[in-house]
C-alpha cells in the first residue's frame, strides 16, 4: 500500500477530528448529567410516597422532599458547568496546541505504506506503525486510528483520497484490525 494524500487545510481538519473527539467525551458528561437530573424526580416521588405512608409529621416530609430534589438538581447543574467548562477548556488547548505545531499556511503530507501511517509538516511529523495500531473508526470525512502508546487518535482525511484508496486502506484495516462502532 502507497497512498500519499496532500492536505492543504491541516488546522481545520484538525479541528473538526477534535470536535469527533469531542463528541464522544462529551455524551459521557451529558449522561451523568442528566441521570441526576432524573434522579431527583424519582427521589422526589420515592420519598414523598414513603413519608406519606409513615406517621411522620408534614412539615418534616416536605422539608425532607424538597431538600433532596434541591440536592439532585444542583448536583446536575454543576456537572452541567463542569461540562461547559471542560469543553471550553478543551477546545483552548487544542487551538493552542494547533497553533504551535502548523502556522497558517502549513501543508501536511500523510503518507501510507505497508510500515505505518506518517503525517509531515514544516514543523510537525508523526508515525504510527501498523503493528501498535490497537484500533480503528471510520467517519464520514474522516479514519481515526488509536495506538497502543498515545490515548489521541491519528486521524486520517478520507475526502481527499481517491476511491479506490479510500477501499483499499478499509479492506487492510477490517482485515487486520479492531473497528470500533
Not at 501543508?107 to 503525517?119: F, H, N
Not at 484508496?165 to 478499509?170: I, M, P, R, V
Request: charge should be positive; aromatic fraction near 16%; glycine fraction near 4%.
Amino acid at each position: 500500500m502507497n497512498i500519499i494524500i496532500e492536505d492543504n487545510s491541516v488546522k481545520q481538519n484538525m479541528l473538526e477530528a477534535s470536535q469527533l473527539i469531542w463528541r464522544a467525551h462529551g455524551k459521557k458528561l451529558l449522561i451523568i448529567i442528566l441521570t441526576f437530573f432524573v434522579l431527583g424526580f424519582v427521589f422526589y416521588g420515592y420519598l414523598n410516597n414513603l413519608i406519606k405512608n409513615t406517621p411522620i409529621t408534614q412539615a418534616m416530609d416536605r422539608e425532607i422532599d424538597v431538600e433532596i430534589l434541591f440536592i439532585c438538581w444542583l448536583l446536575s447543574l454543576l456537572f452541567l458547568i463542569i461540562f461547559f467548562r471542560a469543553k471550553q477548556t478543551f477546545f483552548t488547548q487544542v487551538k493552542r496546541g494547533l497553533n504551535q505545531a502548523f502556522n497558517d499556511f502549513s501543508v501536511r503530507k500523510i503518507l501510507i505504506t505497508d510500515e505505518g501511517v506518517e503525517g509531515i509538516t514544516e514543523y510537525y511529523r508523526t508515525f504510527v506503525k501498523w503493528e501498535i495500531v490497537a484500533d480503528f473508526k471510520v467517519y464520514d470525512r474522516y479514519i481515526s486510528i488509536t495506538n497502543l502508546l498515545s490515548s489521541s487518535p491519528f486521524f486520517i482525511p478520507t475526502y481527499l483520497m481517491s476511491d479506490e484508496s479510500y477501499k483499499s486502506l478499509l479492506f487492510y484495516l477490517r482485515s487486520t484490525k479492531k473497528e470500533i462502532k
